[in-house]
């Protein structure tokens, strides 16, 4: 079975500044990996997501995540963040037969002026 | 963009009544999932459906139950709420067979609050 850790629950930054959200995962077999953002009431939306080919992904709004399989990790970057992207991100990941998502427990991105 | 839909978007009920929260999608997809979202955010599974006429319960025990009559549509009902209930419930939907990677489309979540 696939697990997923995500290694800080709130990440605190200020406008402009660089942010690192750190995810790690935990599998047997080749895996699928996801990046979701969350904003206040509402469903989760897809940033990202690394299924095969180049490790470095670009997804939306600027975010941009490595896939680094001997670290197993798969962190997400953006090099310099809005006020805009204070959310909750998830990091899930599948197996590559395509079972269900699974997901980390969220990473709360607080970004102050 | 994702074609999923769900009704109502918040709802506020008193305790011992029925509801049932609305899900539908328009993208064809064969599996239907609903997870439950507390404050402290994180996503637990309660139901899925890999098809018509399938229905499986999750990693957490709810007290819900889940029809899967049509393709495109994947209730969730609570025949009598109580405020342990009160969470956000997201629906969500992904391709199934050969090529899926599991990637999930979520709708905007029902807030429901049991008084």
């Known amino acids: 079975a696939q697990s997923v850790t995500q290694l800080d629950s709130q990440v605190p930054v200020f406008e402009e500044a660089p942010v690192e959200l750190r995810c790690n995962y935990s599998?047997?077999?080749?895996?699928?990996l996801f990046w979701y953002v969350q904003y206040p009431n509402q469903g989760l939306q897809l940033l990202l997501k690394?299924?095969?080919?180049?490790?470095l992904v670009k997804g939306i709004n600027g975010f941009e995540a490595e896939f680094n399989k001997s670290q197993t990790s798969f962190h997400l970057r953006k090099p310099s963040v809005h006020i805009s992207d204070t959310a909750e991100y998830f990091c899930a990941v599948s197996a590559n037969s395509g079972y269900a998502l699974n997901f980390g427990k969220g990473t709360s991105l607080l970004v102050t002026p | 963009e994702a074609d999923i839909y769900q009704t109502p978007r918040y709802l506020v009920i008193g305790t011992g009544k029925k509801i049932t929260l609305e899900c539908s999608q328009t993208?064809?997809?064969?599996?239907m999932y609903w997870y439950q979202q507390d404050p402290g955010m994180e996503l637990h599974l309660i139901h899925y459906s890999y098809g018509v006429n399938s229905t499986e319960k999750g990693d957490l025990s709810s007290e819900s139950t889940v029809s899967r009559i049509r393709t495109e549509h994947f209730p969730l009902t609570l025949e009598s709420a109580r405020p342990s209930h009160t969470s956000q419930y997201l629906c969500?939907?992904?391709?199934?067979?050969?090529?899926?990677?599991?990637?999930?489309?979520f709708g905007e979540g029902s807030r429901l609050t049991v008084l």
């Open positions: 599998s047997s077999v080749s895996v699928y």
């Open positions: 993208m064809g997809h064969d599996k």
């Open positions: 690394y299924l095969s080919g180049s490790t």
């Open positions: 969500a939907s992904s391709v199934r067979g050969s090529g899926s990677t599991g990637e999930l489309f």
